[in-house]
């Protein structure tokens, strides 16, 4: 017999406080620690899920092969893959190992959203007496598991020159095993204020903030909802929408390359590969049904954008690594991960197709881009439009996912950043 998620829900939902499907995770009210532990059947049940999942009739012709999406041989590949090889006990024990997490609950004082968040986080202490306090923001489709790679270096950097930092990496509620909002009105400005309200509950009353993709826009909510609390940002995904003269002189021709460049990105990017965040901007509850039913047509689906937003002279990501990302959405089912776009939208992020208009950030903030990411290109004289831009790091190599897949250099531009205390403001920290 197949157990579905939400049945195992509700026969162990009266037994204990549990809100996660799948692991018998608890909320208290403040931070205890945590270890992953999805349940057996679960694991068993999904299993069963991509076995018995059947592939589209193809259609010959297509030019390039992948231009409707992952091709067969990649969905044969994954699925077998996903059946022989991969092993989820395995990836638990070595993200339980590698990073140290904790839940707890966060009421924040300013919010309109009139329920207790429940929230799953990372958090590593430098032993630096003279560490920074560092919120590192995740976005679609990644999970706190962007912040495996590059915690240790924050954390303990190769020298006393370059700073230190106190890690803490928050799943955004509906990712991961923070459990998704049960109430509409939760998106990027609610987020921003319980990331606020978690630091303030580790202690942490002045701090940085960095982040990319969703996590980029929640930074600028949360900059500027808290200007005594975020010192500085870092935010390797920038964008800000092209006005109307902008456009003109696109269209005219006389822009200057990296204007160009900057918004023949943007427009690719909602031409060409956007199809996703409308669907999940739109109809995210339509696209949930698919989605818990199929665990490999969902990997299949982060996989299609995975696949295209990162630096092939640093590699894609392996099968276990789709896999193991796809499961940070369909453990809890991927419904509230989906719906943040709907919020992102309501609040200003996203306008109709185009990028939106995210409140201005006062603080010192820096702006790293990559070739494969949105964002490469653009002037500072328009990062500086949308905040108070003191520094621009252009890369000639990377892609959207700087701190997993470009890690070193995404670690070099926090040292280079924050270790600047003049112009990002850290001298607050040293005082
Ligand atoms: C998982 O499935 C296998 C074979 O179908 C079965 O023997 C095993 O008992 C199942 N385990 C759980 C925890 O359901
Ligand atoms: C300290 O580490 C940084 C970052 O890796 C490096 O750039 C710098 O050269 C190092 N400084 C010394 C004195 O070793
Ligand atoms: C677009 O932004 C530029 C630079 O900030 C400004 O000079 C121009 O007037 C703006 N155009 C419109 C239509 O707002």
Known sequence: MLLSPLLLWATTASASISLLPNTDATFPSSPQPFTISVSPAFINETLSRVANSRPPIPITGLSP???DGPTLAKYAALRKYWLNEYSWPATEEAINRVLHQFTTTVH???SSYPHPVP???VHHRSPRAD???????HGWPGSFLEVSKIITLLTNPPNASVPAFHVVAPSIPGYGFSPAPVHAGYGPLEAGRSFHALMLQLGYGKYVVQGGDIGGFIL????AAYPASVVSALSNFWLVRPNATDLAGWAAGETSEGEAAYMQGLERYIVERSGYRFVQQTVPLALAYLANDSPLGFALWVWNLMSEIVDPRHGGFGLGEVVTWSLMY???GPYGGFRMYKEMVAEGDFADVGIGRPPFVVQPVGVTQRPYDLGFGMP???ARRDGNVKAVYVHEVGGHF????DTESLADDVYRWFGDRELSGTAVFHQ
């Open 330 to 332: 369909s453990i809890q």
């Open 108 to 110: 924040s004082p300013d």
């Open 65 to 67: 092969p992948n231009s």
């Open 380 to 382: 500072v004289e328009w």
């Open 131 to 137: 560490a920074i306090p560092l919120l590192f923001i």
């Open 119 to 121: 929230l799953h986080f």
């Open 402 to 405: 700087a701190a997993y897949k």
């Open 220 to 223: 600028r909510h949360q900059a």
